[in-house]
């Protein structure tokens, strides 16, 4: 099933204007560890913007590699017109937070500060409603109350991410917006090369002076 790019690239116009990173899931981000989709680019990361489309409809996640740089500003935030629950993990996919209605029932997902406590690459997964991520010993996160945010408490909380399973709910555009993260590997800018001669400059005037 073909789902239009018009509410993906109207998101992404709309993301274009602050200063910072936008990533485009391109191709298809897979939902399992092997098939996760990096980020790439320069810091900050601000927006990842993406499709949910799978035949059943909502029948997929888009799993993503970031970068947390400061985990007291972390937060992760669905944008979407359809009910969308987001997860994080560990490099290894093991569970560390998730939340399936951020505000009120049917609302997208919210990871919310002082949800992460350490810095480093994680990875972040976000689904359509009912949509759950699974380890070999059953459901990774509990599926209620719907609102909470919670750890890795499920049967299979103990175990890695396999894959997903359950009802899709729905299927569109989306958007995750960030804080207090950078693309996985992130390029960090270099002073330029006239910076680098006004700092030799300064260096060669103090040597002088003294």
Do not use: W
């Not at 204007?17 to 810091?43: I, L």
Request: hydrophobic fraction near 40%.
């Amino acid at each position: 099933m073909r789902v239009s790019k018009f509410a993906a690239t109207t998101l992404l116009f709309a993301a274009s204007a602050a200063f910072g990173q936008v990533h485009v899931e391109s191709p298809d981000a897979g939902e399992t560890v092997p098939t996760h989709q990096p980020t790439t680019g320069s810091s900050p990361l601000l927006l990842i913007t993406g499709v949910i489309d799978a035949l059943p409809a909502g029948f997929d996640a888009d799993l993503f590699c970031i970068h947390i740089d400061d985990p007291s500003i972390f937060s992760a935030t669905g944008v979407s017109l359809f009910d969308t629950q987001l997860f994080l993990f560990d490099m290894a996919g093991f569970g560390v937070v998730a939340n399936d209605d951020g505000t009120f029932i049917g609302s997208p997902g919210i990871l919310p500060l002082g949800s992460v406590t350490t810095p480093g690459d994680y990875l972040i997964a976000i689904s359509s409603f009912d949509y759950d991520p699974t380890s070999a010993g059953g459901l990774i996160f509990p599926s209620t109350p719907f609102t909470g945010v919670f750890g890795p408490t499920g049967p299979g909380g103990g175990g890695a991410l396999t894959g997903f399973t359950g009802g899709g709910g729905g299927i569109g555009a989306y958007a995750i917006e960030l804080t207090g993260a950078s693309p996985c590997g992130a390029v960090i800018p270099l002073p330029s090369a006239g910076l680098m001669g006004l700092a030799g400059m300064g260096l060669v005037g103090l040597r002088r002076r003294r």
